[in-house]
């Protein structure tokens, strides 16, 4: 064997007993938390982390204040790590963070209509704010989250680059930070005028328009792999979107007994369960067992039945029968066998 095959041999022999790192912006040798170390063993998430750290260099230079945004990005590290080794809390870190940043070198103006980064595919808010005076803004902010929805105004008094609002228990604060709006709110469910689970708090950009994140189900850690996204997208075909549209909330469901490998997750829309929720079974090998709600021409809730591994496709596995007859109520709930 020539001397560079020999050589070549001895590389990847070593490689081979290496644990695979894959690239980030920081050195996954010495990932010393588990958000790091979440990171670097899923490629997906690592690639995420790359896309942020070519775009802060990129960004940094071309802030009003530099030194601001490095505070921001200290905070945000901190925010990341508490995903721990959540993947889906990570994704969604990552996917809000780079749209800040696009955002960040704009100069900041009290008088703007600001959009919400969303956190997911059902959830939104919209704040107005106008300067009145040196030292008033008045806002008006509203928010939705699935089928509920809240609204409320009022005027805030600025110190600094923040603006301050009370009004019976609901406390606003809005901060204005280079070209963003962080808003903080205080106060019990519903103290604002929202509904349940519509808070106003986030993070704010300047737009006339909701701003959109390409959310899929693989960036919303639904599915944790490429392969298992587009096995699922040929699968399900249109209906992937439905599935998309119907998961702004995400609890982990009981293990299956039929099938012991499986992971379970249900979704449902805040405020449209019964209508707009989910079920999805994930297996090594890229197999998928899901039962979703639709609504057939008639506006009719009924459930679809999908598979992709054939000797399911006549029958339900046990978690997913059980979430079935959970969601009938009082009423029959048709299921259809899906190809």
Request: charged residues 20%.
């Amino acid at each position: 064997m020539p001397a560079f095959k020999c050589r070549y041999a001895v590389v990847l022999a070593y490689l081979s007993l290496t644990p695979v790192v894959h690239a980030s912006s920081f050195d996954c040798t010495s990932a010393g938390n588990p958000a790091e170390k979440a990171i670097c063993a899923d490629p997906y998430t690592s690639s995420l982390d790359e896309k942020l750290g070519a775009l802060w260099q990129t960004t940094l230079p071309t802030v009003s204040d530099s030194k601001a945004l490095k505070a921001d990005q200290r905070e945000w590290l901190k925010q990341r790590n508490r995903c721990a080794e959540d993947i889906s809390c990570l994704r969604r870190q990552y996917l809000m963070r780079m749209k800040a940043l696009e955002y960040a070198a704009r100069p900041f103006t009290w008088n703007a209509t600001w959009q919400m980064i969303p956190w997911g595919t059902s959830t939104a808010a919209q704040v107005t704010t106008s300067r009145q005076d040196a030292t008033h803004i008045a806002f008006d902010i509203s928010a939705a989250n699935g089928g509920n929805s809240g609204d409320m105004d009022g005027v805030a008094t600025i110190a600094g680059a923040a603006a301050h609002y009370e009004g019976g228990n609901c406390t606003l604060k809005f901060s204005a930070s280079n070209g963003l709006l962080d808003v903080e709110q205080e106060g019990g469910e519903g103290a604002c005028g929202g509904g349940v689970g519509v808070y106003y708090a986030g993070r704010y950009v300047a737009s006339e328009q909701p701003i959109s994140i390409d959310y899929d189900l693989l960036s919303l850690g639904v599915l944790r792999t490429p392969q298992e996204d587009q096995a699922l997208r040929v699968l399900l075909k249109d209906d992937y979107q439905t599935l998309l549209n119907n998961s702004g909330s995400m609890v982990t469901g009981e293990a299956s007994a039929d099938v012991p490998d499986g992971a379970v997750d249900e979704f449902w829309v805040r405020g449209l369960a019964s209508s707009n929720a989910a079920i999805l079974m994930r297996a090594p090998g890229n197999r998928l067992w899901l039962v979703l709600l639709v609504f057939d021409e008639q506006r009719k809730v009924r459930a679809r039945y999908y598979t992709n591994v054939a000797k399911w496709k006549k029958q339900v596995p046990d978690v997913l029968q059980a979430w079935h007859v959970r969601m009938t109520h009082d009423e029959a709930l048709p299921l259809d066998l899906m190809p």
